[in-house]
């Protein structure tokens, strides 16, 4: 079950996209530990998508490059997350 969508009473409109994402980072944030690098990383994606979303009823240039930025950044985030992962399976096949 969506713990996102088991938060809305039923037959109320579902939250905006933004207060979801806040929802979203919360519940990670109360489940998990930030001293994890994977949690950090997953942390950031949700901030870098949040900033995107927020922007986008803004149709300017600045906004635009705004979510690029933010883009760039969920970009590197995720790139560390998958060598994390990739590094962890590598020590863990190393010991065995």
């Known amino acids: 079950m ?3 969508a088991s938060t809305v009473p039923t037959g109320s409109p ?3 996209p933004v207060t979801q994402l806040h929802s979203v980072r919360q519940l990670v944030e109360e489940r998990y530990t930030e001293e994890q690098p994977l949690i950090r ?3 950031h994606l949700i901030d870098c998508a949040t ?3 927020a922007g986008l009823p803004e149709p300017d240039l600045d906004a ?3 979510a690029l930025g933010s883009a760039r950044a969920a970009v590197v985030s995720a790139t560390f997350a998958v060598g ?3 590094d962890l399976a ?3 096949t ?3």
């Open 94 to 96: 190393e010991r065995a």
């Open 64 to 66: 635009c490059r705004d």
């Open 90 to 92: 590598v020590s863990g």
């Open 2 to 4: 969506n713990p996102i």
């Open 14 to 16: 579902a939250p905006d």
């Open 51 to 53: 900033d995107i979303v």
């Open 41 to 43: 990383a997953a942390l």
């Open 84 to 86: 994390r992962v990739r």
